[in-house]
């Protein structure tokens, strides 16, 4: 294993949300959530910037920008193009909460933003991801928007989504080829699709969930990013045709270095390299196919 460790820094950051109520309309609502994507690329080739956002039915959030080395007043000056454009249909800084700071150090910024966040999300049973990938984004974003709101239109799923840029050559280059799937490559986004529950639900309102992602949510967002493919880290695990999706043009590869190494197979994970060659039975028992 390579570790890498990078000088600690300032980091500039900001967020803001708004809504359906804020924006004055569903229609303006989703014209807002449109412009915001439109304007992702131009945000995240700026050297290491990140942003970390989510989208409901009716509620967007940008819960931060990580933006290393820039300053407050650096971090307004790089969103004001977005700004400008928000506010040709009604939505003002005030409007939408928008508070930009910056913190002396990573571990500062980090325990004042993304931390409190996640302390308290509660971790959806059902959930699965999806890449938006950069040729998504240029070729067809009125579908990636639709994707959006197929997903959200029922209020039983929400999507997190982590926007950055893979490609800067000049931060870091690789150490050596890896098994990452070729899709990081082009991906603009990867979004968690969660559903809506919290403790106390039935499961069974989980098992149906678990049926409407399958059939419904994830084939919606999958049509609107042909070709994206997802983290598999945070993906579903009724995944289908996960080994193009997960491991892309690598996976014949993977699969003989398993074989190599594991020839009997022992080494078994829910679509990890090679499990296609085994079964559950109906006593949930592992068996080899045919």
């Not at 990140?50 to 650096?74: C, G, H, Q, W």
């Not at 002396?104 to 308290?120: D, I, K, M, N, R």
């Not at 994970?269 to 060659?277: D, H, I, L, P």
Request: aromatic residues 12%.
């Amino acid at each position: 294993m390579t570790v890498r460790v990078f000088e600690d820094g300032p980091v500039g950051s900001a967020n803001f949300f708004f809504n359906a109520a804020s924006a004055g309309s569903e229609k303006a609502y989703w014209d807002a959530v449109g412009i915001f994507h439109n304007h992702l690329p131009a945000l995240v080739d700026q050297s290491g910037i990140v942003l970390s956002y989510s989208v409901s039915k009716d509620t967007f959030i940008l819960y931060t920008m990580t933006a290393p080395n820039r300053t407050e007043s650096e971090v307004v000056a790089i969103l004001n193009p977005l700004f400008s454009e928000l506010e040709t249909i009604g939505l003002s800084l005030q409007t939408m909460a928008f508070n930009a700071s910056e913190s002396p150090t990573y571990s500062a910024y980090y325990s004042g933003s993304l931390e409190p966040v996640l302390a308290v999300s509660p971790i959806s049973p059902v959930a699965g991801d999806r890449f938006i990938s950069r040729g998504n984004m240029a070729s067809n974003p009125a579908g990636i928007l639709k994707g959006f709101q197929d997903v959200t239109a029922s209020g039983n799923f929400t999507l997190a989504c982590t926007a950055l840029n893979v490609n800067k050559s000049h931060i870091v280059r690789p150490v050596a080829h890896n098994s990452a799937s070729p899709a990081w490559q082009d991906a603009l986004a990867t979004c968690i699709i969660g559903s809506v529950w919290s403790w106390g639900q039935s499961w069974d309102l989980v098992l149906e969930q678990q049926q409407q992602f399958e059939q419904r949510v994830l084939p919606a967002f999958e049509a609107a990013t042909p070709g994206a493919g997802a983290y598999a880290n945070e993906a579903n695990f009724a995944q289908r045709d996960w080994q193009a999706t997960f491991y892309g043009e690598n996976y014949p590869r993977l699969k003989e270095l398993k074989a190599r190494y594991d020839p009997k197979g022992i080494l078994y994970g829910v679509n990890s390299v090679g499990s296609e060659g085994w079964e559950l039975d109906k006593a949930g028992r592992l068996c080899r196919v045919g």
